[in-house]
């Protein structure tokens, strides 16, 4: 029977490709890290592609892997010295540009894990914008990954 192998290659197909909101909004380079096997926070990285004329905004996240998600960045203080804060108005997303939510400046934090994040699993999250709506994503946990310093080179945060 053909139908059988056929559905679960767009299954498969389905699930390898970048989320995307009508159209306007990709998620791609997603990824999800916790800094050991007995925190209780864990952050989320990814790049935000909007294709389409009209800027938008991520203004919160969700997922049952936690109590709650925050938006965060790093901003230096008086003194010289990085610290962590919430971002309020949400992380903007510019018409025909990207945003990039990186370690060391804009990520989702996840508070209260409600298990540890295990290298390879899945994270289902719900991304919320204020114009494209939500946006379900699967993120992939990621305990060995590095950062990439020069992200910020390879995708045009202007628009």
């Given at each position: 029977?053909?139908?059988?192998?056929?559905?679960?290659?767009?299954?498969?197909?389905?699930?390898?490709?970048?989320?995307?909101?009508?159209?306007?909004?990709?998620?791609?380079?997603?990824?999800?890290?916790?800094?050991?096997?007995?925190?209780?926070?864990?952050?989320?990285?990814?790049?935000?592609?909007?294709?389409?004329?009209?800027?938008?905004?991520?203004?919160?996240?969700?997922?049952?892997?936690?109590?709650?998600i925050e938006l965060h960045t790093h901003l230096e203080d008086a003194n010289g010295v990085m610290r962590m804060i919430e971002?309020?108005?949400?992380?903007?997303?510019?018409?025909?540009?990207?945003?990039?939510?990186?370690?060391?400046?804009?990520?989702?934090?996840?508070?209260?894990?409600?298990?540890?994040?295990?290298?390879?699993?899945?994270?289902?999250?719900?991304?919320?914008?204020?114009?494209?709506?939500?946006?379900?994503?699967?993120?992939?946990?990621?305990?060995?990954?590095?950062?990439?310093?020069?992200?910020?080179?390879?995708?045009?945060?202007?628009?």
């Amino acid at each position: 029977m053909l139908l059988r192998p056929i559905l679960f290659s767009i299954a498969v197909a389905a699930i390898a490709l970048p989320a995307m909101a009508e159209g306007t909004l990709t998620i791609s380079d997603a990824y999800a890290r916790s800094s050991g096997s007995f925190a209780k926070s864990g952050a989320a990285f990814m790049v935000i592609e909007n294709s389409g004329a009209e800027a938008d905004r991520l203004i919160a996240a969700s997922s049952d892997a936690a109590q709650r998600i925050e938006l965060h960045t790093h901003l230096e203080d008086a003194n010289g010295v990085m610290r962590m804060i919430e971002v309020e108005d949400g992380i903007a997303v510019p018409a025909g540009g990207s945003s990039i939510l990186m370690r060391g400046g804009d990520h989702l934090m996840f508070m209260g894990l409600t298990e540890p994040f295990e290298h390879g699993a899945t994270v289902p999250v719900t991304l919320v914008f204020e114009n494209a709506g939500e946006i379900e994503v699967e993120i992939e946990v990621d305990l060995e990954r590095k950062p990439m310093h020069d992200q910020s080179e390879m995708h045009d945060q202007s628009g």
